[in-house]
């Protein structure tokens, strides 16, 4: 008898203690699924790409934020910030345009910002002569976009390589740096990307 009740004392304290652990594994903290990491998103790669707003010069919507469109096609998309003037973008979109962004696996976008919307508007024909690659002027000042993000005062252009939202791979340009060799190389890594390729993180 008395090892009867020994062995029930020892079951009953084991009990006692899965209790109590478990009691304090509730008290921990869980993320509800509304929360997000605060350094989730960012101009990086295995960042997610920023929300950020354009008023289209082609295409069929007005507006719109590109990463969030490219997201919601569950596609892949490239997308370029340039604080160049209107030559460069063209540059940029007409470069794009030929080199794999077909507006459905791939899409493409270029955003320019600080450029005068009377500037980008004086090229209308040039915009909608572009076959997939949406030309936009970002909203608000270059610096909230770029320096309160991180990126030095001398990048004048960013190119983002997505998978909807999350950047595989990115690619930045001072005033000068932005060569027709370096265009070119672009539009070969565009063309592998659209291909379903992996191409140079950064």
């Not at 960012?42 to 920023?50: N, S, T």
């Not at 572009?130 to 030095?152: F, P, S, T, W």
Request: with cysteine; hydrophobic share 40%; net charge positive.
């Amino acid at each position: 008898m008395l090892h009867s009740h020994k062995l029930k004392s020892i079951l009953s304290a084991i009990a006692m203690l899965a209790v109590v652990s478990t009691l304090r594994a509730d008290d921990t903290p869980k993320p509800t699924a509304s929360e997000k990491p605060k350094d989730e998103y960012g101009l990086a790669v295995g960042k997610k790409m920023p929300f950020h707003v354009a008023d289209f010069l082609n295409g069929r919507y007005r507006e719109g934020c590109p990463s969030v469109m490219v997201s919601n096609g569950k596609s892949r998309g490239i997308i370029v910030w340039t604080r160049a003037d209107v030559a460069t973008v063209k540059r940029l979109a007409t470069s794009l345009d030929a080199n794999g962004v077909d507006g459905e696996k791939l899409r493409g976008f270029v955003v320019a910002y600080d450029v005068a919307s009377s500037d980008l508007t004086e090229h209308k024909e040039a915009w909608s002569g572009l076959k997939h690659v949406i030309v936009g002027k970002g909203r608000g000042a270059a610096k909230d976009q770029y320096e309160k993000r991180g990126v030095e005062a001398k990048v004048q252009t960013l190119v983002f390589f997505l998978d909807r939202k999350d950047i595989l791979a990115m690619r930045s340009f001072g005033a000068e740096e932005l060569t027709d060799a370096k265009l070119a190389e672009i539009a070969a890594d565009t063309a592998k990307f659209a291909a379903g390729e992996a191409v140079r993180k950064e």
